[in-house]
């Protein structure tokens, strides 16, 4: 008995040229530019491994604001990233949750997070490896 793996290959430049992603007008910019806000993938980061409250997420994203957390979290909902899932209770209740294609971004996130971390202390005081 034989099992299937569906593995993703990793594009390489050429077929990204292809597709145009190069280009000013490629729709992929918008896109970009939600995820990889330094809020956004903070965001996302967070939502990574559980659903959260609005309060927790401010918590949890230190030094967001308010207005910047609503308007992250809402072109993140747009975009279909995120869920918000509001319970009709006194006081309201709302929780975010990464849905699948979220999860499916945070899943490629996280290793360029891991790296970003291991490697910022050095990078910003100007080492050099060989």
Known sequence: MSVSV??????RLSSLLTG????????SRVVLDHVTSKWGVLVLVALSERTLRWGELRKVVEGISEKMLASTLRTLEQDG?????????????VDYSLTPLGRELTDHMLPLMGWIMANAEGILQGERRP
């Open 20 to 27: 145009g992603v190069l280009s000013s007008s490629c729709p």
């Open 6 to 11: 569906e593995v993703t290959p990793i594009p």
């Open 81 to 93: 990233l995120v869920d918000r899932d509001a319970q009709p209770t006194i006081p309201p209740r």
